[in-house]
């Protein structure tokens, strides 16, 4: 597989219309284990109760111990919710649930 292949554009929806290229195996990798946590109503999980619960889901290859867990979360979720795949829900703390079931 190529450089090109290896990275994959995500959006933020912080910063719409813009894109940053990021590790595609560790982005599809957090998107699988994150999406299926996550209920399909509001108010959702919070962002805690949502990494809680993917840890034990993800690769101890491509995260080991769970390190950087929380960055690539964050750049998943900001990802999903400028494609409106999920939503914030309720007020603080962030709840985060998804409203399709598009991967």
Do not use: C, H
């Not at 590790?23 to 999980?45: I, Q, S």
């Not at 080991?64 to 309720?90: C, F, H, N, S, T």
């Amino acid at each position: 597989m190529s450089d090109a292949e290896e990275m994959i554009e995500v959006e933020s929806i912080t910063q719409l219309g813009k894109t940053k290229r990021v590790n595609r195996a560790k982005y599809l990798a957090m998107r699988d284990a994150f999406l299926p946590v996550l209920p399909t109503e509001p108010p959702g999980m919070t962002f805690a109760d949502a990494k809680a619960a993917l840890l034990p889901n993800l690769s101890e290859e491509l995260f080991p111990g769970g390190e950087k867990a929380g960055w690539w979360l964050v750049a998943v979720q900001l990802d999903l919710e400028a494609k409106g795949v999920i939503e914030r829900g309720g007020k603080g703390p962030v709840r985060l649930f998804r409203i399709t079931d598009s991967q």
